[in-house]
C-alpha cells in the first residue's frame, strides 16, 4: 500500500522555538495533504487542508500564523509551529490523498504522526 | 448534521474470538475509510469502501449504503489486534475534501 512518511517522530522542544514537521509521499503524489491534531483520548481535529502549489485552507479556530503550512511539491508537505507553548503539545499527524489513479483513487493515506512536547 | 457513530466504545475479547465493530452514519457518503491506530499513535489505513465488502487476512469490511452501516470483522483474533478502530466517512455533500470520523472504538484481545 502507499506510504506517507513523518519527520520527525517526536519532538520536545523550549516554549517560543518553532518546530518544522515534514510530511511525505513516499511512493505516489498527493495534490492534497491534511493536518490533524490528536489530543489524549480523543479523535483527529483537522487543522488544515493543503494543496500543492497554493495556500492552506484552515479550519475555523487554527490560526494560520501560528502554524505554518507549505506544500511545495507533489510530495511534501510541512507544518511549522511557531512560538510554540506548553498548549501546543499534542499528536500530529498529516494524511496525503493519492492524486488518482484507477488503482486507489481518492484513497487517503496516513502518517505515523509526530508527538510535540513544548516544555 | 453530518455524524458518525461508533459501536461499542470499548470491546475486550478473547483470543480466538470473532469480533465485529459498527459504524453508522446520517447521510450519503462518497466513501469510508477504517483505520487502525496503535498505542504508540501511528494510523494505519486497512480499508477504504464505498459498496460491497473488502477482505484483507483477518479483517473484513462491509458496508450497506441503504443501511447507511459498516462493519469491520477480525475473525481468530490476536493481542497485536488491541488497538482503537475509527471509522472515518467523507460525506457526499458539505466539505467533500475533509473525512469526519467516528469516535473510536478501543479494542482490548486477552491472551
Known amino acids: 500500500g502507499a506510504v506517507v512518511s513523518q519527520h520527525p517522530s517526536w519532538v520536545i522542544c523550549k516554549s517560543g522555538t518553532s518546530v518544522k514537521i515534514e510530511c511525505r509521499s513516499l511512493d505516489f503524489q498527493a495534490t492534497t495533504m491534511f493536518w490533524y491534531r490528536q489530543f489524549p483520548k480523543q479523535s483527529l481535529m483537522l487543522m488544515a487542508t493543503?494543496?500543492?502549489?497554493?495556500?492552506?485552507?484552515?479550519e475555523q479556530g487554527v490560526e494560520k500564523d501560528k502554524f505554518l503550512i507549505n506544500h511545495a511539491s507533489l510530495t511534501l508537505s510541512t507544518l511549522t509551529v511557531t512560538s510554540a507553548h506548553p498548549e501546543d503539545s499534542s499528536f500530529y499527524i498529516c494524511s496525503a490523498r493519492d492524486r488518482g489513479t484507477q488503482r486507489s483513487y481518492n484513497e487517503q493515506f496516513f502518517g505515523p504522526g509526530t508527538r510535540l512536547t513544548v516544555l | 448534521k453530518n455524524e458518525v457513530e461508533q459501536s461499542p466504545q470499548n470491546l475486550t475479547a478473547q483470543e480466538g474470538e470473532f469480533i465485529t465493530i459498527n459504524c453508522s452514519y446520517s447521510?450519503?457518503?462518497?466513501?469510508l475509510h477504517w483505520l487502525q491506530q496503535h498505542p504508540g499513535g501511528g494510523i494505519v489505513s486497512l480499508f477504504m469502501?464505498?459498496?460491497g465488502k473488502k477482505k484483507h487476512g483477518r479483517l473484513i469490511a462491509t458496508i450497506n449504503i441503504q443501511e447507511k452501516h459498516s462493519s469491520l470483522h477480525i475473525t481468530a483474533s490476536h493481542p497485536r489486534d488491541s488497538a482503537v478502530y475509527i471509522c472515518a466517512v467523507r460525506f457526499s455533500s458539505g466539505s467533500a475534501r475533509q473525512l469526519t470520523f467516528g469516535s473510536g472504538t478501543q479494542l482490548t484481545v486477552l491472551p
Open positions: 493543503s494543496n500543492e502549489g497554493s495556500k492552506a485552507t484552515y
Open positions: 469502501l464505498s459498496s
Open positions: 447521510v450519503g457518503i462518497s466513501a
